[in-house]
Every structure is written in structure tokens, then in C-alpha cells.
């Protein structure tokens, strides 16, 4: 899994939060409420279960799973074989 920078959040969506030297924070985000991001269920966080950031803290990840890469690549495989098999040039390549 991979994680990609993002600008904008989505209410219910997992991200990793990273805030200055402190380790990072993963957790879902809810609402910005005043000047503060609130995530509830952040893992990374021994003792609180919804976590304040200011807006100073403001590199947030979206997790990008490569199991859609995976996948339409697969498909672009089949579909390139079949069209090998039906025209009868294994070198044919589908865009």
C-alpha cells in the first residue's frame, strides 16, 4: 500500500496525518471545527481515541491501493491475448 499526498479531505476517509518531528498518525478524518482537523479512531495515539491538529499540521495522506493497478493490468493482459489468438499474430500489442 502507498500513500499519496492530498489537499483535500473527505469526511470518513482513512489518512496518515504527519505534524512536524512527530511520528505519524493514522486515523479518520471527521470535520475541521475552529482552526482544528478532528480524526476519530487514530491509531499512533496511546491514550486519545479522537485527535485535534491544528491547521499548521496540515500533510495528510490518502492510502492508494495498488490492487486496482493490479487488477486493470490483468485485464490488459487477457485482453491482449485474445486478440492475439483471434487476428494470429502473437506480437500484437493492445494499447
Not at 482552526?35 to 485535534?52: D, I, N, R, W
Not at 486478440?83 to 493492445?94: E, K, L, N, V, W
Request: with cysteine.
Amino acid at each position: 500500500m502507498e500513500f499519496k499526498e492530498v489537499t483535500e479531505l473527505v469526511p470518513g476517509t482513512k489518512y496518515r496525518i504527519l505534524c512536524h518531528d512527530i511520528l505519524p498518525f493514522t486515523g479518520f478524518y471527521s470535520r475541521v471545527e475552529y482552526e482544528f482537523y478532528t480524526f476519530q479512531s487514530v491509531q499512533g495515539s496511546h491514550f486519545h481515541k479522537v485527535l485535534h491538529f491544528s491547521q499548521l499540521c496540515n500533510t495528510f495522506y490518502a492510502p492508494h491501493f495498488q490492487r486496482d493497478r493490479i487488477q486493470s493490468d490483468m485485464e490488459h493482459r487477457a485482453v491482449t491475448k485474445f486478440i492475439q489468438r483471434i487476428i494470429g499474430d502473437p506480437t500484437f500489442s493492445y494499447p
